[in-house]
């Protein structure tokens, strides 16, 4: 890495956009922590993009115990990219009960991605304060530093 700048991806989606201002603190955080991020809307990213990334960041919010469509068709996507060994990270915002695990699996055990623990979930409620936002800030921070170690 020396020379050259970590890159990522963030890749999320959102309904009532708590999820997207999460993704906007983490990514100040990472650029922070001196990567460079890319980010797209789930639906809006493709397999090209994970090309030559040192980390993949997803984020999603729950809705019926679950994770939306458009994330599990990215997270099956990934599968043909080679992303063993690569960072991986996940969030997202929910009310009760957060389902985070079933990005975090796959990445982990499937991938064989070397993921950032433990990953970042926010209620809602969370999110307005500026401890919130700083927590999400701190997380994106901490995932660039993680690149850079590598
Ligand atoms: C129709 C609906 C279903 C929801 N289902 C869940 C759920 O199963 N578990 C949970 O923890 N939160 C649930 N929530 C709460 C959302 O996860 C929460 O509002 C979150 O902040 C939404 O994130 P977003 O703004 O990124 O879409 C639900 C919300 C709505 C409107």
Redesign the pocket.
């Known amino acids: 890495m020396i020379g050259e700048m970590a890159k990522a991806i963030l890749v999320y989606d959102?309904?009532?956009?708590?999820?997207?201002l999460m993704a906007k603190e983490i990514e100040k955080g990472m650029k922070e922590a001196g990567a460079e991020v890319v980010v797209k809307k789930a639906l809006d990213a493709k397999i090209e993009d994970l090309k030559e990334v040192d980390a993949v960041v997803l984020g999603c919010?729950?809705?019926?115990?679950?994770l939306l469509s458009s994330i599990k068709w990215f997270l099956t996507e990934m599968r043909k990219a080679d992303l063993k060994g690569r960072v991986g990270a996940v969030f997202?915002?929910?009310?009760?009960?957060?389902v985070l695990e079933q990005m975090y699996a796959p990445m982990k055990n499937i991938f064989g991605m070397e993921m950032v623990d433990p990953s970042l979930k926010k209620k809602?409620t969370e999110l307005i304060t500026e401890e919130g936002k700083g927590e999400c800030r701190e997380f994106g921070k901490k995932i660039g530093d993680k690149i850079k170690k590598k």
């Open positions: 959102t309904v009532y956009n708590n999820t997207e919010p729950t809705y019926y115990d679950d997202g915002s929910y009310g009760w009960k957060a809602m």
